[in-house]
Structures are given as C-alpha cells and as structure tokens.
C-alpha cells in the first residue's frame, strides 16, 4: 500500500515562503519520480514541479525561479520550497509519485493559500 502524505501548507502574506513536505510509505520511493501539482479552485491541475530518482528536476513556467523541488532517499521525503509567493500561488498542493511512466499516486493534498 503506497501512501502519500503532505504537510507544510498554510496562510503566508504575498512574497513569502512555505515548505511544503511530502513523506512516502510503501513500496516506493527511491526509485521513483516524484512532483507536486496543484490546483485553484475553477482551474485544471497543474504540474508545479518533478523530480526524477536521479534528481533531475523540471517545473512549471508559472513557478520557475521562485520553487524548488528536492528529495531526500533517506527519509522518503520530497519537499517544495516556494519563495516569493503571489496570490495566484493559491491552490491546494498534492505530491504525487510515479506508477510505471504516469503519476499513479496521490496524496490528499494540504492548502496554501497567499495573501495579497
């Protein structure tokens, strides 16, 4: 049973920081590609970033500069520093992890919500 549990989000004033965290449980982890995507209330869900097993990391235009994705293997955890945060950053985060090639796992997700 994989499980995906984030924690971190929150209320922060515009041009602040979160850290968001993702811890894994299961048969997952080290070997998989992991990222988080979120989703505003009325929009599409959308990639905010991924990171491979090897630490490659790819991210959104919209967040590019301003977030950062690490992991670390040991702790199974994946995390998202964002800085700088706008209030168009307002969504509910979810950490997600590959099953195959697609992101087949899901956590809850944790809301962050910016203020302006």
């Known amino acids: 049973q994989v499980q995906l549990v984030e924690s971190g989000g929150g209320l922060v004033q515009a041009g602040g920081s979160l850290r968001l965290s993702c811890a894994a449980s299961g048969s997952i982890f080290s070997t998989n590609a992991m990222g988080w995507y979120r989703q505003a209330p009325g929009k599409q869900r959308e990639l905010v970033a991924g990171?491979?097993?090897?630490?490659?990391?790819n991210y959104g235009d919209s967040v590019k500069g301003r977030f950062t994705i690490s992991r670390d293997n040991a702790k199974n955890t994946v995390y998202l520093q964002m800085n700088s945060l706008k209030p168009e950053d307002t969504a509910v985060y979810y950490c997600?992890?590959?099953?195959?090639?697609?992101?087949?796992?899901w956590g809850r997700g944790t809301q962050v919500t910016v203020s302006s």
């Open positions: 990171i491979t097993s090897g630490g490659s990391t």
């Open positions: 997600t992890a590959a099953r195959g090639s697609v992101f087949g796992y």
